[in-house]
DNA sequence: CTTGAATATTTTAAGCTTGAAATAAAATAG
DNA sequence: CTATTTTATTTCAAGCTTAAAATATTCAAG
């Protein structure tokens, strides 16, 4: 049967939720790649990487840096290689697999990536100025549903 | 003076908020491109544009495709390029100036686009399950806020 | 008119992203 | 042991995305 003409306005709300999430995703994200670009010649993917294995003392294996952040293997090989050639990470074979490769920031990169995220805070900070602190946090915890009632997405 | 150690809790609950927002949008995004790949063979930037398209009755030129998606303009010109390959969109002249160009849905696109948008507004309202009429309609609302104080934000 | 600034679009080079295929090593069976 | 399958990563081709430069046209002074 047809479903011309159909108006149920439940799946027009949700239709609307996502348009301004992917709005307001789309505003931020522009905005901190424009900083992260004039500010330190620098890009998104780039700093993504390095906030991911900053949370992981002993590196991640570029299996892990792709699962965590939610990007394809292939992908994260290039951007890894970007940052091998800058000197922010290094590549370190694991030892007993010779399959896998641990990556890890140098201390350059670390220093680096210190600096950065200080100043990444405060952008997020200024751009979600509207939001008090159990505003941010309950609208947080209702995104966070989303992500919990669709788990194990896989991106390979 | 150095910032080493700050622990300010609102720019933090202002930072979750936004990588709870970018995961959100990202595991969305990956599964509506999943299925416009498997079952439509097209792409998430080539149904933004057919969505803009079917919105505005008599087309829109290429800088208005590129405003209204907050995209570059050099990006259009490539969708757009493939979707004219497709046969679902045509650019015909403005007249009256001769740079610009009018691109609108062909009845085969229009048709296509809007089988398309029947079963979009089905995946995302699945994806959005958690979600009723009312949260819906007011998650959206909070959301709208951040566009709303960061407006004309640039792209190009 | 003509010159110069503004606007609309395309092109280009570089980087990001994906899914699939290729490579290599490890784990599992038989 | 050896063959098969699984796992970890890279490579590849295609498409997406950007910022900047190039083109072409229109608009605004003078």
Redesign the pocket.
């Known amino acids: 049967m047809s479903n011309a003409g159909n108006n149920n306005p439940l799946p027009k709300a949700r239709l609307r939720l996502w348009l301004r999430l992917l709005k307001a995703q789309r505003l931020i994200e522009?905005e901190l790649?424009?900083k992260l670009?004039i500010e330190y010649a620098s890009?998104?993917?780039?700093f993504?990487v390095l906030a991911a294995l900053h949370r992981a003392e002993r590196g991640l294996?570029?299996?892990?840096l792709?699962d965590e952040l939610?990007?394809?293997?292939?992908?994260?090989?290039?951007?890894?290689?970007?940052l091998v050639d800058d000197g922010t990470v290094v590549?370190v074979p694991?030892d007993?697999?010779?399959?896998?490769?641990?990556v890890k920031l140098t201390d350059q990169g670390r220093d680096y990536f210190r600096k950065l995220a200080g100043e990444h805070e405060g952008w997020v900070s200024d751009l979600l100025a509207m939001f008090d602190e159990d505003s941010a946090e309950e609208l947080a915890a209702r995104l966070h549903e989303i992500a919990d009632a669709n788990p194990e997405s896989e991106?390979?």
């Not at 294996?61 to 892990?64: F, I, R």
């Open positions: 522009a790649r424009e670009r890009t998104l993917p780039r993504d294996k570029m299996s892990e792709s939610m990007v394809s293997n292939g992908n994260v090989t290039g951007i890894v290689d970007r590549r694991v007993g697999d010779r399959r896998a490769m641990r991106v390979n």
